[in-house]
Each structure stands twice: as structure tokens, then as C-alpha cells.
């Protein structure tokens, strides 16, 4: 009988391995690195980028070393967000007890109070926090490769209110050492509606752009189903980088599909020309066009001269329409483009919308 439980599997209690527990550093310069002035995260000693395999043969601790290097590092943005650009951090919910998971955003100073322009960036999925398109470019090219912050600078140069959103933060440890969800904003979808709802909606801003990477065009659509009246009335430009949204999933109201063939790009990963026009895979969508890269992490990067371009010229429609209306109106009693617009965010800033569907179109 010797070897009769030969090959019967041991139980889950003999077979499971305990999770090591590691300590790391506290700090960038106690993991013996930083970033010069380049933006480059380098080896304090040696000037070498990050290398991964710090542990020969030990590819969990080595996995485990790079998250908690990973969480510095989105401290130091978090930082820059606010020492270089001056933006604030702002917790949500705001009606949240201190006691309460709560997560934030990040937001300029006239954010809320700018009269004509407004810029919202919203990151992928995973990882990656507010400021950040992707942490693994952040590590192995630089910071501007890898963050939003040139984004953020542009956007402020050119005289936008900015909003930085964090929709990855769904749920927060607490000092009882559990995870608990962040009331209203528990998916990147509730994070974006929240922000659009107790902020966006109540900023003075006639002129919105939207800066959408991955998932985040996602949010994007949702947040246009949720507020149709006032995303279409203020929104006038979206830039998607390589977005994964649907429009025939998500979308079911053929002024949001029409308005986003007349104002969106979704700047994709190719290895067509950058500018070149690609496929869709959808009757509707938006414009598609190679952002000049095929590396899905790095179009937000790689189209940033052309994708700000694109906005500026929006930008520029937007405004020599509002002046052909107001030469138009002059002398009569017909309300301006501008004082439509009011008037539309006076009456209709509210989560409801009725949508007309698409059932034959789509």
C-alpha cells in the first residue's frame, strides 16, 4: 500500500506558501536612488537606471521592492504637482469624517474661478495615480515622459484652470490596518462623476478640454452620459491617447456620438506615421489618428505637441464662432453664445439626462 496517496495533491493548508514579509526604505535616496536633472531616476552611486533584478533568482521580493519603490515615487509627484505647479490637493468626499476612507484630487488655484478655460486630466488604469500616465516610464525613461506634468505646465501657460483626477484610489487603509472603499468614488467611473458633479459643474469656466489616456476615456464617456446637457455645452475639445473606450457600448445619445466626431482624437498606438489616420473597429467612434509611438504607455507623451494643437484649434473655432454670434446680435435683443451658455449651466447642471437612443444606429 506504500504510495497509494502518491499523487494526490496536499491540502491547501500544506500547499500554500507564506507570503514573505519584507521591509523597505522609507525614502527615494534610502532605495539609493533619485532623479537628476533630467527627470532621470538614477543610482546615486553608480548613474545606472533602475535596476530591477536588485535580488538574483528572488523575483517576489524583487516585484515587491519595485511597488514599494512605485509608492515613492508617487509621492515625489504628488509633490511636484504641488511645490513646482502650485496646484492643491483637495480630499473627497468633502462631506467624508476624518475618520473616513478618503481619497483626492489635484487642482489649480482657479480652477473653480478661471471665466474661460478649464483642462481636466484623467490618468489610466492600474497602478498609476493622479499626475502619472504611466510608472513604468517614470522609472526606466523620465518624468516627462511619465507624468502629466508637462501637461499641467502647458495647460497653465496657456492660461487653463486645471483638475488633476485620481480615479484609481477607490478604497484607502485605515488606522485599523483593513482597506475600506472611499464613499462615491469605489471605480474610476463614480470617482469621475463625483469630480464632474461637486466640481467641474461648479466652476465658472465656458471653455472645458479634456485629456483622456486609456481608461480613462472610459470615465470620460460616462461622465458625458451623466451630464450631457453640460459636457456638451462647455466641452470643446477631448484628446484621447490610446483610449479603450466604446461608443457603441456606452453610449445611446447621438448628439454625445456626433459631438465626439466633431471634437474628439483618440491619439492611438501605431506603427503608421505620427498623424497618419488608423482604422476604428466602430461605426461611431471618433477620430483615430497614430500618436507616433506603438508602445500604448508612451502615446500620451508622443502626441503631446500635436494633441495641444488640436486644442488650440478647437479652441480658436470656439472662439471666432462666439464673435461671428455677438456681430451677429449686435443691435438686437438675441442672447450671445456666451450668454447661452450661462444660462444652460444655470438650468441644467444636474446628474439627469434623457437620452435619445441610438437603437437603429448603433
Not at 521591509?23 to 532605495?31: A, D, R
Not at 457600448?249 to 459631438?259: P, T
Not at 483615430?288 to 500635436?306: K, P, V, Y
Request: hydrophobic content about 30%; proline content about 4%.
Amino acid at each position: 500500500m506504500a504510495g497509494v496517496n502518491a499523487n494526490i495533491p496536499p491540502s491547501p493548508a500544506e500547499s500554500e506558501e507564506e507570503e514573505p514579509t519584507y521591509t523597505f526604505p522609507e525614502t527615494l535616496q534610502e532605495f539609493g536612488y533619485d532623479f537628476n536633472d533630467d527627470g532621470e531616476l538614477r543610482d546615486i552611486e553608480t548613474d545606472e537606471y533602475y535596476n530591477f533584478h536588485h535580488t538574483e533568482g528572488d523575483h517576489r521580493y524583487n516585484q515587491k521592492r519595485y511597488e514599494a519603490l512605485g509608492e515613492k515615487i508617487t509621492e515625489y509627484v504628488y509633490d511636484l504637482m504641488e511645490k513646482e505647479t502650485k496646484l492643491k490637493r483637495v480630499y473627497i468626499p468633502l462631506d467624508a469624517e476624518e475618520n473616513e476612507a478618503r481619497s483626492f484630487i489635484f487642482m489649480s488655484e482657479d480652477a473653480l474661478s478661471n471665466p474661460d478655460k478649464l483642462m481636466v486630466l484623467i490618468h489610466g488604469s492600474g497602478a498609476v495615480r493622479a499626475g502619472q500616465w504611466s510608472r513604468k516610464l517614470i522609472i526606466n525613461d523620465n518624468l516627462d515622459k511619465g507624468t502629466q506634468l508637462p501637461y499641467i505646465r502647458e495647460g497653465i501657460k496657456q492660461g487653463y484652470g486645471i483638475f488633476v483626477l485620481n480615479t484609481n484610489v477607490n478604497e484607502v487603509k485605515l488606522n485599523d490596518g483593513n482597506e475600506h472603499p472611499v464613499k462615491k468614488n469605489q471605480t474610476p467611473e463614480e470617482h469621475g462623476i463625483y469630480v464632474w458633479q461637486h466640481f467641474v459643474l461648479k466652476s465658472k469656466a465656458k471653455h472645458i478640454a479634456i485629456v483622456a489616456h486609456s481608461y480613462g476615456g472610459i470615465v470620460t464617456l460616462e461622465v458625458a452620459n451623466k451630464f450631457t446637457s453640460d459636457f456638451l455645452s462647455r466641452v470643446f475639445a477631448i484628446g484621447f491617447t490610446d483610449s479603450v473606450h466604446s461608443v457603441s457600448h456606452q453610449i445611446d445619445d447621438i448628439a454625445i456620438v456626433d459631438f465626439l466626431k466633431e471634437k474628439a482624437i483618440n491619439y492611438v498606438s501605431s506603427n503608421k506615421e505620427i498623424g497618419e489616420p488608423e482604422n476604428s473597429y466602430e461605426k461611431h467612434d471618433c477620430l483615430r489618428i497614430a500618436a507616433g509611438t506603438n508602445q500604448h504607455e508612451l502615446t500620451s507623451w508622443s502626441c503631446f505637441d500635436m494633441l495641444f494643437d488640436f486644442i488650440k484649434d478647437q479652441y480658436e473655432m470656439v472662439k471666432t464662432a462666439e464673435e461671428s454670434v455677438r456681430e451677429s446680435a449686435d443691435g438686437s435683443d438675441n442672447p450671445t453664445a456666451n450668454e447661452k451658455t450661462d444660462s444652460i449651466q444655470e438650468e441644467e447642471r444636474k446628474p439627469t439626462e434623457t437620452p435619445q437612443t441610438l437603437k437603429k444606429e448603433l
